[in-house]
């Protein structure tokens, strides 16, 4: 069960639930919205980012590559059970979300080059080896897709934090396991 209070309308305030009806339509907010909702300006910024996102330089498909990733080196169920859903979707049939998850190449030089920058920023913390940069630039990745990758990855690290404070419940089936 989540942990926080789920914000009513009257509490996040009219222009954040105009905000959530371009994002969310209808009448039915999901509740991990609401239970945002409780810091207007922290759920502001995630729609900030989500839109920046969205009209940046990675295709979805490389979006959902590293929210998978991150969010399987932070271990949150909730995303991983999102994004498994968005990944397929945006092209990502089940092996390679096995391997991006488990940190093995697709095969994708692009897209394994993306994941691989995400995935040190939490393995290897600190600047980023010449030799990533190296294999970065070797499968076209320009400067405004490193912008974007970092973008995408302090998104997908909110989220993450989020729900492990929340305790969000699932609103998809679970990930698979990694075996």
Do not use: W
Not at 60 to 71: H, I, M, P, Q, T
Not at 79 to 108: M, N, P, Y
Not at 125 to 143: F, H, K, N, Q, S
Not at 156 to 161: A, G, P, V, Y
Request: charged content about 25%; some cysteine; glycine content about 6%.
């Amino acid at each position: 069960m989540a942990r926080l209070h789920e914000a009513r309308d009257d509490e996040m305030g009219a222009e954040l639930c105009e905000q959530l009806q371009s994002v969310v339509p209808g009448n039915k907010l999901p509740a991990v919205y609401r239970q945002m909702g409780n810091s207007a300006e922290a759920l502001s910024a995630y729609l900030a980012m989500e839109a920046a996102i969205k009209a940046g330089s990675l295709e979805s498909r490389e979006v959902e590559a590293v929210k998978l990733a991150v969010s399987e080196l932070n271990r949150c169920d909730y995303c991983l059970s999102v994004h498994t859903v968005k990944s397929k979707t945006a092209g990502l049939d089940a092996d390679a979300q096995i391997r991006i998850r488990k940190g093995d190449a697709t095969g994708e030089p692009r897209l394994d080059a993306i994941v691989s920058v995400a995935r040190t920023f939490f393995e290897k913390p600190g600047t980023l080896p010449d030799e990533i940069m190296a294999t970065v630039r070797e499968a076209g990745i320009t400067d405004r897709n490193l912008l974007d990758i970092v973008l995408v990855t302090s998104t997908i690290f909110l989220t993450n934090t989020f729900n492990h404070i929340n305790d969000t419940e699932l609103s998809f089936a679970p990930a698979p396991a990694l075996v």
